[in-house]
């Protein structure tokens, strides 16, 4: 979509408020223009040889200052104006940009830092939310008749002062254009410090392990210098024109005296007249300066919409209305599938558009209650097929069949009821593990017990000073990789869905603990649970109904953990060097 048409419907979305910016704008510029006209009278009339201090001067004095005090009325009003457009039309901005990322497969929904993506969220809508608007249009009127009374008045002096105001604004604008190169160099380099810093502090402990910090620091100095840069070129540009344009009313007024004063005999200019034009130049200059800022924050608001869109990765709702009174965002109707009897996936296919690398043709088939494990070496696609699956990432080709129904949106369909999932790097986020486990949902104490029993992590628990309450900061820094593991395992069990997916769920824990977990799981929900399982490890392969051998991204061969050793001399390979690592002392 083209910058009128978002703005478009920004204008729409608020349209009372700005039809009312355009009523409340007609009156106080009509207000200027009465004001100005009063107050040539009123200087005319005092210049006179014998001025007459009669109710005619007494008008004129409280008809100034009720146009003044209207003026500041107007300006009470026109805040509120803004608060009632400014704040709601971020807020519908940000509001579509997140239900437009919790829509997109979770595997690619942020194209770009998470640092990034907040600079975004905070500076980008508001460049747009104090964009151009339509309050302009009004003020078009009372400057046209501003210029025909000083045109009437003396066309010689309008006509040079007007041109050489015109003429500064024009040189001034061009200098905005390398105000929105240097801006949007701003920008970029503000981003990028805000995802380091992001990045910095999720990875301070692989920063400390690798002895890092040294060089880490030096080059965050050298890109926070280069945003330096950035910056001090874009303020210096900017204020320097901010200066130039501030300041016309000053030259205009100072060209008005000195034209006047050559043009005072000739053209029998009054006091009054001169009064007249210093108060109308002003809000003719106040007017142009108003045109050349609506230009340059076009331009800005052009990169702003840019960069939205960007993080929307191609969304077109980014200005679609929305009630900003909901407490929450509905972007996802929760399906409620019939219980499964089978899982069918026939020829699914995904590429990465940047390697090409990926899987394809992929089929195979689950039933109800059974363990089916994904093996193959390092960049098999074995995750790549289970996010395909499961909707994280868009599958080019194929279907998935769930009990013969063909699912058309996997990313809405497999969740909860239907599907939980635990990836090979769960996420965990910066509070207490109860709520790292219920994730908002009501959850009663019971079941989280049992979740946590499950996997294996209720004598972790009761080992916390808080217990359930225990903070365990940032991406969970304070639990060991196996507590992460088990954590986000619990997370999935309180879903409490009909298939569970994990990806090398089991790889941090210690032999023990692992033999444990998967008793739980596999023995006490068998029958009743499905599993889709990526791992190496004989504790699942020994139990797994059917395993399939990726390579090169195909299902090469699929069958018990005996066929398949039988006749894959690549499964012997993987089993023998699996073996091996499990039977390394800790």
Known sequence: MKTYQLLGGLIRYRLFYQLRSIAIGLILDAAILASGLWMQDLFNTLSARQPHFDGHLWWLLLLIISASLLQMGGQFIGFDNTLKTHYPVRGLMMRNVLARLFQLPAASALAVSPGEAMNTLRDDTEVVAYGPGIGLLGQVVMVVIAVVILIRLNALLTLLVLASLVLI??????????????????????????????????????????????????????????????????????????????????????????????????????????????????????????????????????????????????????????????????????????????????????????????????????????????????????????????????????????????????????VPPQAGYTPQVPHLFSSTLQENLSVGRLTDEELLQKAAYLAVFEKDVAGFPDGMQTEIGTNGMKLSGGQVQRTAAARMLLGQAQVLVMDDLSSALDGRTEQLLWERLLHEQKGTQTYLVISHRRAILEQADQILLLEDGRISDQGTLNDLLKRSATMRSLFRQQSSEETIPA
């Open 169 to 414: 604004v024009l040189i001034a604008q061009r200098w905005q254009k390398k105000i929105a190169t240097y801006r949007e160099a701003n920008r970029n380099a503000t981003g990028y410090v805000t995802g380091m810093i992001s990045e910095i502090l999720s990875a301070v402990q692989a920063i400390q392990v690798a002895q890092a910090e040294k060089t880490v620091m030096e080059h965050f100095r050298t890109i926070n210098a280069q945003r330096l840069h950035t910056q001090l070129r874009d303020r210096l540009l900017n204020d320097t024109v901010d200066a130039i344009l501030g300041n016309i009313a000053g030259l205009g007024t100072g060209l008005i005296l000195f034209l006047a004063a050559i043009f005072a005999y000739s053209n029998h200019l009054q006091v009054g007249d001169i009064t007249l034009f210093i108060a109308y130049i002003g809000f003719i200059t106040n007017f142009l300066l108003n045109i050349g800022g609506t230009l340059t924050n076009y331009t800005r608001t052009t990169i702003s919409f840019r960069r939205l869109l960007t993080l929307m990765q191609g969304g077109k709702t980014l200005v679609e209305p929305h009630s900003l009174s909901e407490k929450h965002l509905e972007v996802r109707q929760q399906v409620q599938a019939e219980p499964l009897q089978t899982l069918r996936v026939t020829n699914l296919t995904y590429r990465y558009p940047e390697s090409g690398r990926g899987i394809e043709g992929i089929s195979f088939q689950i039933q109800q209650g059974t363990v089916t494990a994904l093996v193959g070496r390092v960049g098999a696609g074995k995750t790549t097929l289970v996010r395909s699956l499961l909707g994280l990432l868009p599958h080019t080709e194929g279907e998935i069949y769930w009990n013969e129904t063909l699912i058309e949106q996997p990313d809405e369909f497999f």
